[in-house]
């Protein structure tokens, strides 16, 4: 995971729309937000996006 798609996620996170573990949710945002790459990223790498919510790694 780099850095982009770190911020990405943060800034997801900062809006508290939703709960960061509805992954279907947090994609759409992400969407919404033209954070492409996060999209792609959820779509292929989920283990790494709960790993990075649960434990910041």
Do not use: S
Request: net charge positive.
């Amino acid at each position: 995971m780099n850095d982009k798609i770190k911020e990405q996620i943060l800034a997801i996170r900062k809006t508290g729309i939703t709960n960061m573990f509805d992954i279907r949710v947090v994609q759409r945002i992400a969407y919404e937000m033209n954070f492409y790459e996060l999209v792609d990223f959820l779509e292929t790498n989920r283990k790494a996006y709960v790993d990075f919510i649960l434990y910041g790694k």
